[in-house]
């Protein structure tokens, strides 16, 4: 990914931390894009290709993962936020022990016991310049 940014520097596409990227690329010259979506939309792309995303690499703290570039936000305003519904977590499938595990840890980090739902922003420790909702 490193060697096409160098080469092609007028659009990459990263599907994981960008910090890498920026330490070799002039910043002026990259707009870094954050991408969410809501988890039943997370759940269901899983479910169309399981091989290829399972749950507690989607939702996890590692560099491709929900929790690594999002936090729960406790501020009620809706721009630069996105609901979260909790009910949407039973959706995920989880098919070893580090799922169920990443689905645990995820509902304790951004969902407070008795809360149905919860709003999200990016975490300050990402370097971003725009921030898009898929719906």
Known sequence: MIEKAKNHTHIVFVHT?????????????????????????????????PSSRPTQGVLGNRHTGYSFYFEPTTTTQKDNTLLLHKKDLHKFPVSTQKDKDALDTFRASFFDKHRKTTRITPRDTIDFDEWIILQ
Not at 28 to 45: C, D, E, G, K
């Open 17 to 49: 931390d960008p910090t890498p990227l920026l330490n070799l690329l002039p910043r002026q010259h990259v707009h870094v894009i954050l991408f969410a979506t809501s988890l039943n939309t997370l759940a269901r792309n899983i479910i169309h290709r």
